[in-house]
């Protein structure tokens, strides 16, 4: 197995296990949003995220939902420039990968921000931004260099 293939097996790994590692956050985190905001009689959050969020309230939690969301997109930018280098060989594509991100993550920032007005544009926006935390970028990237002239 080529250098190539084997960094771009270890990114895709590493951007696989960050996506569950979002999954478990997330769902816990809601399933806590949840609890407090509706004054819910069961917590359905895992034991040990119950006890990591002990003392939050509804505010701490929205909060840590959004800061993790960013640094989730952030490392899956940041996953997603490297393996683009590691299939290309270079760093040509960083300025259009970042770009990309950015631009749909300001889409996602708007349609969330319209939705009050405008509630079709909420599940667009869950979905933009639901698609730069989780490794489908990563995946685009690879497949496009399948496609590439030799």
């Known amino acids: 197995m080529s250098r190539r293939s ?6 895709l790994g590493a951007a696989i296990a960050l ?44 909060r840590m939902k959004w800061l993790l969301a960013a640094a989730f997109v952030a490392a899956m930018a940041a996953l997603t420039v490297a393996l683009a280098r590691a299939r290309f060989g270079d760093h040509r594509l960083r300025p259009l990968i970042l770009g990309a991100y950015a631009l749909l993550a300001a889409l ?37 260099s399948w496609l590439r002239p030799s």
């Not at 909420?122 to 970028?137: C, E, T």
């Open 6 to 11: 084997l960094l771009s097996l270890l990114l």
């Open 19 to 62: 996506g569950a590692l979002r999954e478990f956050l997330f769902v816990n985190l809601n399933y806590q949003l949840d609890f407090l905001q509706h004054a819910r009689d069961r917590n359905y959050a895992h034991s040990v995220f119950r006890r990591w969020a002990a003392g939050w309230d509804a505010a701490d939690a929205l």
């Open 108 to 144: 996602a920032l708007a349609c969330h921000a319209a939705a009050p007005a405008m509630p079709a544009l909420r599940p667009i926006s869950i979905a933009v931004l639901h698609a730069l935390q989780y490794p489908v970028p990563l995946v685009l990237v690879w497949v496009l």
